[in-house]
Nanobody, 121 residues
């Protein structure tokens, strides 16, 4: 069974920084894409940033030049460094990973339970 566990959320003032982590564990064969999504109250879940196994990245326009996604393949962990945070960044942040597991031998998306990020003005 595969699990994704996020950590690092919290309350921060506007202009501050937070670093999110997400570790994948379980019967993992390989991980292709890893990323972060967020969902604010009353809004749809949206892509924040994604990184593929080769290291290529993609960001939402709203976070470019402020957020940086990275991964440690040896630890099956993805990070999101968030700088210059704004109140509009307030949301629940979800980790997502595209994983092939030993159990099923198929590739599918897995999600973490989410971590709250609150930015005060």
């Amino acid at each position: 069974q595969v699990q994704l566990v996020e950590s690092g959320g919290g309350l921060v003032q506007a202009g501050g920084s937070l670093r999110l982590s997400c570790a994948a564990s379980g019967s993992i064969v390989s991980i292709n894409k890893m990323g972060w999504y967020r969902q604010a109250p009353g809004k749809q879940r949206e892509l924040v940033a994604v990184i593929i196994s080769g290291g290529s990245t993609n960001y939402a326009d709203s976070v470019k030049d402020r957020f940086t996604i990275s991964r440690d393949n040896a630890k099956n962990t993805v990070y999101l460094q968030m700088n210059s945070l704004k109140p509009e960044d307030t949301a629940v942040y979800y980790c997502n990973a595209n994983i092939r597991s030993f159990t099923t031998n198929i590739v599918r998306d897995y999600w973490g339970r989410g971590t709250q990020v609150t930015v005060s003005s």
